[in-house]
């Protein structure tokens, strides 16, 4: 074979790199003759002069496509040692499977011509230095290119052909499958329909993916999920759900029915190399949308509702959105208008003093704030609203409440009996597997025997579950119970007020009757009107008046009166126990304490016969007496006055852990303790515990809970206690 003249001796004293691609990994493992006839273009080059050592072949990139050079790594190489002057021949079996991309195509063209480069395919040898060499492999480049997009173009028609009537085999999601003839039917496992069908009913009633995934946590429920490649592929396995499942599945109008192509649309970002991705596309702008083509868990009009409420959570960036109902002490966070500048108001947490605001022309143009106004007040007033706007219907949500908690007692039943269903099989087939093997072969059985095992401690573990699921969660209400719902039902204002019901749980309510409230304020009045527009359709329009400014700072004349009398005969920290007893709160709703108690005295000028502090030697109004008192009267030391008091011996008064302490000494202590009664009929201590079994610190506790009376009696030289029954206890 006679050499090319284009072939000159520094060519050869340089590789000769062989290039192989195929463009996908099926055409790998089928086009196993064009793989191999790529193969073979090493043969050429050494027909051509170059020796073994110095032919290359690149074969990193079989199973890549030639439209882009940003993965191929092998492409890249090629490249760069061009570029370095080592190549001397590039050979391919064509242009098109260097590249399709014309850019990258002209590039390798200019960098071989730079570098004396020659270019080979089966049609012949190319200097790309020679004009005409160059003009033909521009325009062979051209044409594959060409041929990509007349390739792409009649696949595509074909299949938004096969789209456009609802046929085209899109992968479809969790809860159904298709048949060998392309049917789409529902999933036939049970369980994975139910728990689909629970996700919607619970999204329904919460309005927010969040909650649905925190409602599968916390009664302890799994979402399946199917395995759509591999060996397992078509098979059903069950996660703890994630928030992404959630939303996938809300999102999907496979759910409804609906077949859609054409959901997300591939934006080629400029750069060097241009890079592709992908964009979400509005529902309008849907290339296909064909109904009724899947079997449907939801209606397409609920779909369409759902998608909207997920979009309305988005707070930060829906501008017309409300938001999910959150934690947060604002009852009307995210439904409040400003009736100004028609922004929505947010509830300022930033302090004491919380507030609905509306900042936002504040924020962004840094001009005087709209307007704002206690949150407390609003909240208040519209509590009252809401509950007086729903007490009619308290009836039928009573009705509603219990029919909706005995069907979701016996989903949730059904679903764990579902469970439970599943686990005994897997185990009834683990042991079947076990049993069909030889005793024997202990390889095999060994690992049988060990599934075996783990599906019995999986299925003992999961009925356990569920008997405490049945104690708590799943067992009915009572018949002492559903009275008790009934009652609190017909008490809407308890219900709400409730501790155990949530902010999150009050704007749900809320929501449901009231789709937005627009306020007005005026700062100098401290008054506020707002309209609240119902869902119905209907508005109606309220004012809301704040206390005067000060309003906390002053105290009424019958509680000033009231403390004056008490203040006769009790110690502050005893009249603010008092005052708490009777239900009695401060301005601001708070309760009483030594200070507030001693602050509102202070400030009144209303004296105290009971003070805490000891510079005084006649008793308090209460007839208590200071220890150094008491101490001379019961001729005994302080010490043994403080011992007596912490064992109940003595009345006594302190108004927290060593503060000063007063004891009561009247006539009938001094005659208790001075040794002047005759008791000896009454029983010792040592008596006490023989007859009642007890210890000697657990008859001082009877003693400090006053179910006895101590009286102290002389036995020669010495003093001994005895004990009576109190009248209340005897």
């Excluded at 409300?322 to 400003?338: F, K, T």
């Excluded at 527009?533 to 019958?558: A, E, F, L, M, N």
Aim: net charge positive; charged share 25%.
């Amino acid at each position: 074979m006679s050499i090319s003249p284009k072939i000159q001796p520094h060519h050869l004293t340089r590789q000769a790199a062989v290039y192989i691609r195929q463009s996908t990994p099926k055409q790998v493992q089928l086009n196993q003759e064009s793989t191999r006839r790529q193969y073979q273009l090493a043969d050429r080059a050494r027909e051509w002069g170059w020796p073994q050592p110095l032919i290359k072949v690149i074969d990193d990139d079989l199973g890549l496509s030639g439209t882009s050079s940003t993965h191929r790594l092998g492409f890249q190489r090629l490249i760069a040692a061009i570029s370095l002057g080592e190549v001397g021949l590039v050979l391919v079996t064509e242009v098109s499977r260097l590249s399709r991309l014309n850019s990258d195509w002209h590039r390798v063209i200019e960098l071989c011509a730079v570098f004396e480069t020659l270019m080979a395919d089966e049609d012949g040898l190319y200097d790309p230095r020679d004009p005409n060499d160059r003009l033909l492999l521009g325009l062979k480049g051209t044409l594959f290119a060409a041929e990509l997009h007349i390739l792409r173009a009649r696949m595509r028609g074909n299949l938004l052909n096969k789209a456009r009537r609802g046929e085209l085999a899109l992968r479809l999601p969790v809860g159904y499958r298709r048949l060998h003839d392309d049917t789409m039917v529902l999933e036939p496992d049970e369980q994975a329909r139910q728990a689909l069908n629970i996700l919607f009913e619970q999204f329904n009633i919460l309005k927010s993916g969040r909650a649905v995934q925190r409602y599968f946590q916390q009664h302890q429920l799994k979402m399946p999920r199917l395995i759509q490649t591999g060996v397992d592929y078509g098979r059903l396995i069950w996660v703890s759900p994630t928030y992404q499942m959630i939303q996938q599945v809300l999102t999907s109008p496979v759910y409804a029915g609906v077949f859609v192509y054409g959901r997300r649309k591939n934006e080629v970002i400029p750069g060097d190399p241009p890079q592709t991705r992908t964009r979400r596309l509005l529902i309008e702008e849907w290339e296909i949308v064909i109904p009724d083509v899947y079997p449907a868990y939801i209606s397409y009009d609920q779909y369409l509702a759902n998608r909207q409420i997920l979009r309305s959570n988005l707070y930060n960036f829906e501008k017309k959105g409300r938001g999910a109902a959150r934690e947060g002490r604002g009852l009307l966070q995210g439904i409040l208008i400003c009736g100004r500048c028609g922004r929505r108001m947010t509830p300022s947490y930033g302090s004491d003093y919380l507030a609905y605001v509306c900042r936002r022309e504040q924020m962004t143009y840094g001009t005087k704030q709209c307007q704002a106004f206690p949150m407390a007040y609003l909240d208040q007033a519209i509590s009252e609203v809401f509950l007086a706007a729903v007490q009619p219907c308290r009836l039928e949500a009573t009705l509603a409440a219990l029919a909706r908690l005995e069907q979701e007692r016996q989903v949730l039943d059904r679903q764990w009996q579902l469970r439970l269903e599943r686990a005994r099989y897997q185990a009834r087939l683990a042991e079947r597997q076990y049993d069909a093997v030889d005793p024997e072969n202990r390889l095999v059985a060994r690992s049988l025997e060990k599934r075996w095992n783990e599906a019995l401690v999986e299925l003992n573990q999961l009925e356990q579950d569920y008997a405490a699921v049945l104690r708590s969660e799943l067992a009915p209400l009572t018949e002492v119970e559903q009275p008790a719902v009934r009652q609190l039902a017909h008490d809407l204002p308890a219900l709400w007020q409730a501790p155990t019901t949530t902010m999150t749980d009050r704007k749900r309510l809320l929501r449901l009757v009231i789709q937005e409230v627009t306020l007005t304020a005026e700062a100098k009045t401290r008054k506020a009107e707002y309209i609240v527009s119902w869902s119905g359709g209907v508005t109606t329009t309220h004012v809301v008046q704040c206390p005067p400014i000060g309003w906390h700072c002053v105290t009424d004349d019958k509680l000033v009166q009231r403390i004056r009398e008490l203040a006769d005969n009790h110690p502050d920290h005893r009249i603010a126990e008092l005052l708490n007893a009777e239900g009695i709160r401060t301005q601001t709703g708070k309760e009483w304490t030594y200070q507030r108690v001693k602050s509102i005295r202070k400030q009144h000028q209303i004296p105290t016969t009971c003070p805490l502090d000891v510079n005084r030697t006649t008793p308090r109004g209460d007839g208590l007496v200071p220890v150094k008192t008491a101490a001379q009267l019961l001729h005994v030391s302080p010490a043994t006055v403080h011992l007596w008091a912490d064992q109940g011996i003595l009345v006594h008064d302190q108004r927290v852990s060593a503060s000063y302490l007063w004891v009561r000494v009247n006539e009938s202590d001094l005659a208790r303790l001075n040794g002047s009664l005759t008791c000896d009929h009454l029983p010792t201590i040592a008596d006490i515990i023989r007859k009642r079994q007890l210890t000697r610190d657990e008859v001082w506790a009877l003693v400090r809970a006053g179910q006895y009376t101590v009286y102290r009696v002389r036995r020669g030289g010495n003093w001994e206690w005895r004990l009576q029954e109190t009248a209340s206890e005897a």
